[in-house]
Every structure is written in structure tokens, then in C-alpha cells.
């Protein structure tokens, strides 16, 4: 049975085996094989031939239980709320809405009616 690579592997585990059991320098082994020095050099760290895991490293799945099909409805209003508020938009130079119109209001407070430093943003607010 062959060896499963994930899709960018530029070396097969043998390839990696001899990366790891040469006394060569980077520079030779990276032209030998037809792959990058970084690449030579982070398979001499390792101590497997083995890829790593890919995906997340700290996800959790969390469940949550609704009595009422009103509560799903507003936690999911409250999630979307949350997220794009806290959202970093390339529009307004990488700040949240929330910081952009702060930054607004300190440059020109007549514009506003009241000081949004006040309305402090999150859920349950």
C-alpha cells in the first residue's frame, strides 16, 4: 500500500529519510532532490518522517440546547451582530465599523448627535 501525501508535499518519506540521515549541507541536499533549502532544513529538525496533522489545533465543537425556537433566533442574531461588528474591513483601512466611527468622531464631534464612546459595543449591551 503506497503512502497518502497531502497535496503540496514537494517529498516522499524516503526522500525525507535521507534528508535526515545526511551529513550533507542544505545547499547540496536541496539540489539534489529539486526542492527548497527551508524545505531541507525543516526536515532535518524533525524527528519523524511523518507530515504533520494540517486543520485546527484547539477547535471544539460546543452544543447548545434552545427550549424555544426564539432562542436559537437570537443567539444567532447575536453571533452574526458580534462578528460583524468585531469585523476588520478593508474598506475602512483594516479598522472595525465600531473603531472607524470612533476615530470619525474624534476628528469631527459635530458631525455626531452623541459621543459613541458611550454606546459601548458587545452582546447584552
Same mark, same amino acid.
Given at each position: ?54 486543520? *485546527? ?9 434552545? !427550549? ?9 442574531? !447575536? ?29 469631527? *464631534? ?5 459621543? *459613541? ?9
Amino acid at each position: 500500500m503506497g503512502q497518502v501525501l497531502h497535496g503540496c508535499a514537494t517529498t516522499t518519506e524516503a526522500v525525507r529519510r535521507a534528508i535526515q540521515n545526511s551529513q550533507e549541507s542544505l545547499r547540496a541536499l536541496a539540489k539534489r532532490y529539486g526542492i527548497n533549502q527551508k524545505t531541507v532544513a525543516k526536515w532535518k529538525q524533525r524527528g519523524t518522517v511523518a507530515d504533520l496533522p494540517t486543520g *485546527p489545533k484547539e477547535a471544539t465543537v460546543q452544543r447548545y440546547h434552545y !427550549d424555544r425556537h426564539n432562542q436559537l433566533e437570537a443567539h444567532l442574531a !447575536d453571533f452574526i451582530n458580534a462578528y460583524n461588528y468585531a469585523r476588520r474591513l478593508k474598506t475602512l483601512k483594516g479598522l472595525t465599523p465600531y473603531e472607524y466611527i470612533c476615530k470619525c468622531w474624534t476628528s469631527q *464631534p459635530e458631525r455626531f448627535k452623541l459621543n *459613541p464612546l458611550q454606546k459601548m459595543p458587545g452582546l447584552n449591551t
